[in-house]
């Protein structure tokens, strides 16, 4: 099931001095402003005076699938406490102790024992889960659908896609109209090669719960899955509107598409990195439309070098911004709407990232001297831990059949020194002191004559500076990479590899293997 919220959060860093490169119209200077990010605290209504109820029924509201009833939950107050810790993730001891006082009772109620998978769940506690919610599957009515649910939702982030389908067909049969059985079950069709089918699931779930930006992203993802860029975009700018994303940053007015002249205009940028350098290309849209527009952005710190090289923007705030300068605000994925971006557009300033050639030189100077005959190929083969680890990233053993092929010098593009302790013996050149930011890391790309990369932020780099690029795609593909097809719309240096007959990464690699063979006497 899509995290939206999760994506949203916002990142802060220490002040810097960022440099621009300046490029036809843009502004003379690219100011960094760097401050500190402030999270709003929503108020709470009146809440009945019972032991933890104002945290349960937060939690309840909160939730896509509640199974539980307020009243059911404080009929007890050890039960009440422990849903109360589940939902904030309180003390993982004191939890401990009140599910041990619950389950140790004669007759544990069936909704204890669906709070204890629950707290394993959120305490990462996968395969102890697992067993307490195949038990809680087979209990009658909204907790053993909930069972299946969560099931599904665990075991799709897992790519263990055919149990989760059996497990989101029995959810669907017990409440097809809960919101997370919807989100997980057209996630699962999207995976099965069914987009249509996906949207269908995801507008029920709109329509159940169409104040949730949750749904609205999973429908605008599936929209643009399917070439639907227009309809995608306005899903998404819904989305954003719901998540507060215009309440953040600035008290200026929304952009609503007319003529700039040469007002202020505040770009708002949120999700991961890779998303960022996706739909930073709109601002290009934007530039060659507005040409006298005074240009700014806000973003993650590690972009904002980055950003500035565009030569785009006349300030790069990092953070949340303290003064209100602007005449209007919108988000990068409000711009496609507004400017009436389709298919056909989405290359249409490509290459959309830049980098300087002092920075390129700098580049140069991390890596030996090139060998005569011999091709220097950058490798990302992991992200950054988090939910899609499971799909995305790649066992370290499977990448052997990369390495046997010859005449290659192998550079990783990880940025952490870490990621290759622990592993056996490699080719891969460890540059990782160098990369502190995604600039610098764009100026090794354009060293490099090959970038393969799993579905990382790397790959958005490569492909946003046109640098060949190799997407090793999740099995389940983002919207981005498309559902099978070596070409990606979204960038025209990329060659997307699939996963053929089922979740299978060796066999990715056999296959990527021998292109690489291939390309390597082409070369």
């Not at 990195?273 to 006298?292: K, N, P, V």
């Not at 507004?338 to 580049?363: K, M, S, Y």
């Amino acid at each position: 099931m899509l995290r939206f919220l999760s994506g949203l959060l916002r990142r802060s860093a220490p002040p810097q001095s960022i440099p621009s490169t300046l490029a036809g119209p843009a502004p003379p200077l690219a100011e960094v402003v760097t401050a500190h990010v402030a999270i709003p605290h929503a108020p709470h209504s009146a809440l009945p005076e019972l032991p933890h109820a104002a945290e349960l029924k937060a939690w309840l509201q909160s939730d896509t699938f509640p199974p539980y009833s307020l009243a059911e939950l404080t009929a007890d107050p050890a039960r009440a406490e422990v849903a109360a810790l589940i939902a904030a993730r309180g003390d993982p001891g004191r939890l401990q102790t009140l599910l041990e006082e619950l389950l140790g009772r004669p007759a544990p109620a069936a909704v204890d024992r669906m709070l204890l998978a629950e707290a394993m769940l959120k305490r990462g506690g996968f395969e102890q889960a697992h067993t307490l919610l195949l038990e809680a599957a087979e209990l009658p009515g909204q907790l053993g659908a909930r069972a299946c649910a969560q099931l599904a939702d665990a075991l799709t982030l897992r790519g263990e896609f055919a149990a989760a389908t059996a497990h989101i067909e029995r959810a669907l049969r017990a409440a097809p109209d809960a919101v997370s059985v919807c989100l997980t079950a057209g996630s699962l069709a999207d995976y099965a090669g069914r987009p249509q089918e996906a949207v269908q699931h995801f507008r029920r779930a709109v329509g159940v719960r169409p104040l949730l930006p949750d749904t609205h992203l999973a429908l605008a993802v599936g929209l643009l899955r399917l070439g639907q860029l227009q309809e995608g975009w306005r899903s998404w700018v819904r989305a954003e509107e719901l998540a507060g994303e215009y309440s953040r940053e600035s008290a200026s007015p929304v952009w609503d598409g007319r003529a700039l002249n040469d007002d202020r205009l505040l770009i708002l940028t949120a999700y991961g990195f890779g998303d960022i350098m996706q739909m930073m290309r709109f601002a290009w849209h934007l530039r060659a439309r507005e040409a006298r527009a005074r240009l700014s952005i806000q973003l993650p710190a590690p972009l904002a070098t980055l950003a500035a090289d565009t030569g785009l923007f006349e300030r790069v705030y990092i953070g949340k911004i303290a003064e209100d300068l602007f005449d209007w605000q919108v988000t990068m994925n409000h711009l496609p709407l507004l400017l009436g971006v389709e298919a056909p557009d989405l290359l249409r300033f490509e290459p959309h990232l830049r980098v300087p050639a002092t920075r390129a030189r700098q580049a140069q100077a991390w890596l030996p001297l090139r060998q005569p005959g011999r091709l220097r190929v950058g490798l990302r083969w992991r992200g950054q831990p988090g939910s899609f680890d499971f799909k995305r990233s790649i066992p370290f053993a499977a990448l052997r059949p990369l390495f046997d092929v010859p005449g290659i010098d192998w550079v990783s593009l990880a940025e952490d020194a870490s990621a290759l302790k622990g592993e056996s013996a490699h080719p891969l050149l460890d540059v990782s002191g160098h990369l502190g930011d995604f600039a610098a890391t764009a100026a090794l790309l354009t060293q490099l004559d090959l970038v393969i990369s799993a579905d990382t932020s790397v790959a958005h780099v490569a492909g946003g500076l046109r640098r060949p690029v190799w997407l090793l795609a999740r099995p389940d593909p983002e919207y981005r990479w498309g559902s099978e097809g070596a070409s990606s719309p979204w960038y025209g240096s990329a060659r997307v590899f699939h996963h053929r007959d089922g979740f299978d990464w060796e066999a990715m690699l056999r296959e990527v293997a021998q292109a690489l063979r291939e390309y390597r006497n082409g070369a």
